[in-house]
Nanobody, 125 residues
């Protein structure tokens, strides 16, 4: 059974920091010449579409939304099948439900997409 368990959300004042954690279980992370994966974070604010925040590939490449560059840092611990998001200098516009995501890719095409339940981050101004 696949599980992505998120933690670390909460209420914080503008300018503050939070760290989100996500532990994946039940997923086989195969990595070889053509099997890769990404772990990352997306967020969805009320009335908005879900958007990418940050991802990290099994090879260590990272991708960030422009809105969070320089403030958020993604990291992962492959031994623990976990991904983290350090969020600094938080702004009210960062308020959203944050979702952990795992993608399995073959020849760079995603064939499995897993989501966590989401964790609420609220930034008060």
């Amino acid at each position: 059974q696949v599980q992505l368990v998120e933690s670390g959300g909460g209420l914080v004042q503008a300018g503050g920091s939070l760290t989100l954690s996500c532990a994946a279980s039940g997923i086989t992370f195969s990595t070889n010449g053509f099997n890769t994966n990404t772990m990352g974070w997306y967020r969805q604010a009320p009335g908005e579409q879900r958007e990418l925040v940050a991802t990290m590939s099994s090879g260590g490449s990272t991708s960030y939304a422009d809105a969070v560059k320089g403030r958020f840092t993604i990291s992962r611990d492959s031994a623990k099948n976990s991904v983290y998001l350090q969020m600094n200098s938080l702004k009210s516009e960062d308020t959203a439900v944050y979702y952990c995501n795992v993608k399995l890719l073959r020849f760079r095409v995603a064939y499995q997409d897993y989501w966590g339940q989401g964790t609420q981050v609220t930034v008060s101004s």
